[in-house]
């Protein structure tokens, strides 16, 4: 009698195909990204003052492409053009350049973000720095990889010891503002710049935390099984688990026992 497959088996062999098919939707992210990079291209200004340049808008269409042959029935949330299918149980959410100032200033600290939700939650999750060849990839029940091999965050229970990042100061509304200036004076150093690249710094052990305010799901859906296969926490400012309708203000920290404390500065 044959023996019948167990779901465990069944899952693990789907998670497989999603890694497999999230590096291949990176793969060609890339190869439509990296001619237009320090090089003359479109520039546009979209309704809320962020710049989106035809680079932005051949990777997603590169990744679209592939998606809709690929999984027809699995939904789309993308930067650029928008939802499709998007009531669907298992969405991907794309980012096809986060960063796009530093993309524009020929800085290779932006990425590529590629996530897979599932029910609303962030199941898998791709950085892509095109540029620099690094890739970090992770996905829940297993460990995050950066290039091939096993990421690891550091340990840094004292925030006193912990250095921490933001992409801008301006991208804080004016009481966000203050709720992380509160935070400054208690952590060894903060660094400015770098967008989604902070977040995998923070998977590989470089820095401790990151805080940022206001944003979208398409920012950081793909942070999440990142920092969170690497051993680390993502969390919005209430200390509640980061989720598809999550208000976008969060908080990333490669050792759980700053975010007491981090908490406790923000939302004194």
């Not at 497959?5 to 793969?27: E, G, I, M, V, Y």
């Not at 770098?194 to 950081?220: P, R, T």
């Given at each position: ?6 779901p465990f ?6 998670l497989s ?14 190869a ?6 320090r090089?003359a291209f ?5 309704a809320?003052?962020t710049?989106v340049?035809?680079?932005?808008r051949?990777?997603?269409a590169?990744?679209?492409a592939?998606?809709?042959?690929e999984r027809?029935d ?5 930067e650029?053009y928008?939802?499709?299918r998007?009531?669907a149980?298992?969405?991907w ?22 996530a897979l939700?599932?029910?609303g939650v ?5 950085i892509?720095q ?5 890739r970090?990839?992770g996905?829940?029940?297993?460990g995050?990889?950066?290039n ?7 340990k840094?229970?004292?925030l006193?010891h912990?250095v921490?990042?933001?992409?801008s100061?301006a ?7 203050r709720?992380?200036?509160?935070l ?6 903060t660094?400015?710049?770098?967008d ?5 710094l923070v ?11 206001g944003?979208k799901v398409?920012?950081?859906a793909?942070?999440?099984p990142?920092?969170?296969?690497a051993g680390g ?5 209430q200390?509640?688990?980061l989720t598809?309708?999550?208000?976008g ?7 759980a026992?700053?975010l007491?404390h981090i ?6």
């Amino acid at each position: 009698m044959p023996r019948s497959k167990s779901p465990f088996s069944s899952s693990r062999k789907k998670l497989s195909a999603d890694l497999a098919l999230a590096s291949r939707l990176a793969d060609a992210a890339g190869a439509a990204i990296r001619p237009y990079f320090r090089s003359a291209f479109g520039l546009e200004m979209k309704a809320d003052a962020t710049p989106v340049t035809l680079a932005d808008r051949a990777a997603e269409a590169a990744i679209r492409a592939i998606l809709d042959v690929e999984r027809p029935d699995e939904g789309i949330i993308g930067e650029e053009y928008g939802s499709t299918r998007e009531g669907a149980s298992r969405v991907w959410v794309l980012d096809p350049i986060d960063g796009t100032r530093s993309f524009v200033g020929g800085r290779p600290i932006f990425g590529t973000l590629i996530a897979l939700i599932e029910d609303g939650v962030p199941i898998l999750g791709l950085i892509d720095q095109p540029i620099s060849g690094e890739r970090w990839i992770g996905a829940a029940g297993q460990g995050t990889l950066f290039n091939g091999a096993p990421a690891n965050t550091r340990k840094c229970a004292a925030l006193a010891h912990a250095v921490q990042a933001t992409t801008s100061p301006a991208a804080f509304s004016a009481d966000h503002l203050r709720a992380f200036e509160r935070l400054i004076p208690a952590t060894r150093d903060t660094l400015y710049g770098g967008d989604c690249y902070n977040y995998g710094l923070v998977a590989i052990g470089q820095i401790d935390i990151v805080v940022e305010s206001g944003l979208k799901v398409h920012d950081f859906a793909a942070l999440v099984p990142v920092v969170e296969g690497a051993g680390g926490i993502m969390r919005d400012w209430q200390g509640k688990p980061l989720t598809s309708t999550s208000e976008g203000h969060v908080i990333a920290c490669g050792d759980a026992e700053l975010l007491p404390h981090i908490l406790e500065r923000l939302n004194a």
